[in-house]
């Protein structure tokens, strides 16, 4: 590979890094500030809480999730059964009976 285009590429690869970064936090902080959430994300965060239940990552369905962290924000978008991003509300407890089952995203 020439010079020029190898230095280009890993100049113009370390500038996309360094805006990705800085895009990052701002979306971070979109995720926390519940009022430009969706309806369906909203009730799911209120049943939680109001019913004690935990987020059990890994054992979706297909389009069988009630939400996700980082892959999408939205119930029944999971696009691959036992995503390990995607979670399934459950009784609190209940999660560390499920084989694949875990409290937190992979």
């Known amino acids: 590979m020439n010079k020029h285009v190898m230095a280009a590429s890993t100049l113009s690869s370390a500038i996309g890094l360094a805006l990705a970064l800085q895009v990052v936090p701002a979306q971070a902080q979109e995720m926390k500030d519940m009022s ?45 059964a036992r995503d390990p991003k995607s979670f399934v509300l459950l009784p609190a407890g209940d999660c560390s009976k499920i084989q694949g089952g875990k409290l937190k995203p992979a």
């Open 36 to 80: 430009k959430m969706p309806q369906v994300v909203k009730d799911n965060m209120a049943r939680m809480e109001q019913n004690k239940l935990e987020k059990c990552f890994g054992i979706n369905a297909v389009s069988k999730n009630d939400c996700a962290e980082g892959a999408h924000s939205c119930a029944g978008q999971a696009t691959q």
